[in-house]
């Protein structure tokens, strides 16, 4: 089930001419509708409901055909990634050494469930699949740092230094 976001949108008119200016140009492009979202995840780094409407409002779409293209394709989200964005590798030799504990101690330390937010927008958590560092497992990413051999014990330390 997808949740929403509880941080407040903060587009800003840039963003929102940037994305327009984009529609007016490919809107009699057929198909528009897929490409269109992906520029405005481009632009605002995830689709709130305030980006959807833009987007079925430029193009004379209806906003359930937009939402149903943002929730129905994984490489949307709803929700802001934070300025730190965790991932923790659920693949198989992660998830064999405990990566799923991992995951639920980080939801639970951070109040927000896998695809969320923190409300201060500083931490986004995510899972993922095997990010080719089987020899460490289980893994998580803050960013373009990799923690490898967890045991969850850590994760106040790690999360400290952000």
Not at 37 to 53: C, H, S, T
Not at 134 to 147: E, Q, R, S
Request: hydrophobic share 35%.
């Amino acid at each position: 089930m997808r949740r929403f976001s509880t941080v407040p949108f903060k587009g800003t008119k840039e963003q929102e001419a940037e994305l327009v200016a984009w529609l007016e140009e490919h809107k009699a492009t057929p198909g528009v509708a897929m490409p269109a979202l992906q520029k405005a995840q481009e632009i605002y780094g995830y689709l709130p409901i305030e980006v959807q409407r833009i987007v079925a409002n430029t193009l004379g779409k209806p906003l359930a055909e937009i939402y149903g293209i943002s929730t129905f394709y994984s490489q949307f989200s709803l929700c802001p990634k934070g300025e730190y964005k965790i991932s923790v590798c659920l693949g198989t030799a992660c998830y064999v050494k405990g990566s799923g504990k991992i995951y639920e101690k980080l939801q639970e330390k951070l109040h927000i469930s896998g695809g969320e937010c923190t409300e201060d927008g500083k931490f986004s958590l995510d899972a993922c699949r095997c990010i080719g560092a089987c020899g460490l497992a289980p893994v998580m990413t803050i960013n373009d740092d990799v923690y490898g051999r967890l045991t969850g014990d850590e994760l106040d330390e790690i999360l400290a230094k952000y």
